[in-house]
């Protein structure tokens, strides 16, 4: 799992109020990012990160933010939270191991917003 | 950016050879083909992964033609757990091509006894 883990596991919150997900890695990986998942739909690609600080937006990004204060904690930050926001977020990692060049997943975060 | 095409959905039954062709018509010289599992409740999982001709290891074989327009998952005799959404993915990962990843909605896999 490449020690990724991922907090909450589970939330619902109310329409206008602000979520954080926490991505935590332990393995000293660069790039890290968040996605999210709906039903009938493959994972869609939120914002990433190539480094500390260094952050930039994926197909998604609108309604998010994120951040990046230390290489192990990836934050995903909904601002204002709405219906359409209710998803699965996965956050992953990217190396390159035994020549190929793998993402890993954590185990999810279920969030739903009422 | 290559875009992908596979099927929604296929069935097969436990012990036989499943075969999931992903169509890729618009990849580009630097890219990769990259293959992913997926369980309920979980996040997608790597299987193989490949640039030309064929790769094989411990769980899967991944088939690709001269011309890298398509390319073909193998996976032999499945089982019951086997039973999963499988992802087809193209891109320049060398570069640090994940940002431009499109999972596309998968292939859906129903293994029965």
């Known amino acids: 799992d490449a020690g990724i883990t991922q907090s909450p596991r589970h939330k619902v919150t109310e329409t206008g109020t602000p979520v954080t997900l926490r991505c935590h890695q332990t393995?000293?990986?660069?790039?890290m990012y968040w996605y999210r998942q709906d039903p009938g739909h493959g994972l869609r690609l939120i914002h990433y990160s190539y480094g500390v600080k260094d952050t930039d937006k994926g197909e998604v990004s609108d309604g998010y933010s994120v951040s990046r204060s230390k290489t192990e904690d990836f934050l995903l930050t909904l601002e204002s939270a709405t219906s359409s926001q209710t998803s699965v977020y996965f956050c992953?990692?990217?190396?390159?191991?035994?020549?190929?060049?793998?993402?890993?997943f954590g185990p999810g975060t279920r969030l739903t917003v009422t | 950016l290559a875009k992908t095409t596979q099927p929604i959905s296929m069935d097969s039954y436990e012990g036989q050879e499943v075969n999931i062709t992903c169509s890729h018509n618009?990849?580009?010289?630097?890219?990769?083909i990259t293959w992913y599992q997926q369980f309920p409740s979980q996040g997608p999982r790597f299987i193989i992964q490949?640039?030309?001709t064929k790769v094989t290891n411990e769980v899967a074989s991944l088939f690709i033609p001269a011309d890298r327009k398509s390319s073909t998952l193998s996976l032999p005799r499945v089982s019951l757990s086997d039973t999963a959404v499988y992802y087809c993915l193209v891109g320049d990962f060398l570069s640090g091509g994940y940002n431009k990843l499109i999972f596309g909605a998968g292939t859906r896999l129903a293994v029965h006894p």
């Open positions: 490949g640039y030309k």
């Open positions: 393995e000293n990986h660069r790039y």
């Open positions: 618009n990849i580009a010289t630097n890219d990769y």
């Open positions: 992953a990692i990217s190396e390159s191991k035994a020549g190929n060049y793998e993402q890993y």
